[in-house]
Structure formats: C-alpha cells, structure tokens
C-alpha cells in the first residue's frame, strides 16, 4: 500500500520560507509523477506544482511560479516543495499527491496524503 506523508508546515511571517517533504512508503517514486496541491479555508482544492517521474519537466500554478520550487530525491523516496517570498494568500493545507501515469495539474492522481498546514502572516 502506498502511503504519502507530508512534513515541514507551521506558521511563518510574508516574505519567510518554508520547505515542505511528502515521504512515500509501500512503494518506490522512481516510476510516480509527484504533485502538490493546497485548499484554503472555504476554497476548493487547488493545483500548486509537479514533477514528471523522470524529473524532466516540472509544473506550477501562475500563483507561485518564481517563489516555488518542486524536486524530488529518489533515493530518499521523498519529493520537496521549496517555498520562498512567502504570502498571506499562500495559507492553507497542502498535500502531495502521487501517479504512474498522470502528472498534470488536476486531481487525477491515485495516491494523496493527508496534507501539512502552512500559515503565513502579515
């Protein structure tokens, strides 16, 4: 059974940074495309970045491309959301996701974790 757990949430003042990791288990990520998405208090879930499973090619929403970064280790079976300039608006759940086949920006991935809170203040 794969699992996803994600790690490195808390509270941080604009303009900080966190680092964000989603270990899996059960299975090794060489083969998934890894991705992460976030949902704010009463909004819907929305697609933040990905990775394709070879690493070539990485995906991310308009709202953080420049202050995001997206990697992956295979060896550690870990992938990494690297998040600098950080903004009021980026508050939320964010949760990683992972899929054999799919690596776009919807939710059609198989594989969710439970998500890690990121709070920023002004």
């Known amino acids: 059974q794969v699992q996803l757990v994600e790690s490195g949430g808390g509270m941080v003042q604009a303009g900080g940074s966190l680092r964000l990791s989603c270990t899996v288990s059960?299975?090794?990520?060489?083969?998934?495309?890894m991705a992460w998405f976030r949902q704010a208090p009463g909004k819907e879930r929305e697609f933040v970045a990905a990775?394709?499973?070879?690493?070539?090619?990485?995906y991310y929403a308009d709202s953080v491309k420049g202050r995001f970064t997206i990697s992956r280790d295979n060896a550690k079976n870990t992938v990494y959301l690297q998040m600098n300039s950080l903004k009021p608006e980026d508050t939320a759940v964010y949760s990683c996701?992972?899929?054999?086949?799919?690596?776009?920006?919807?939710?059609?991935?198989?594989?969710w974790g439970q998500g890690t809170q990121v709070t920023v203040s002004s």
């Open positions: 059960g299975r090794s990520i060489s083969r998934y495309s």
């Open positions: 990775v394709r499973w070879n690493g070539a090619r990485t």
């Open positions: 996701a992972a899929d054999v086949y799919y690596d776009g920006m919807d939710e059609d991935y198989d594989y």
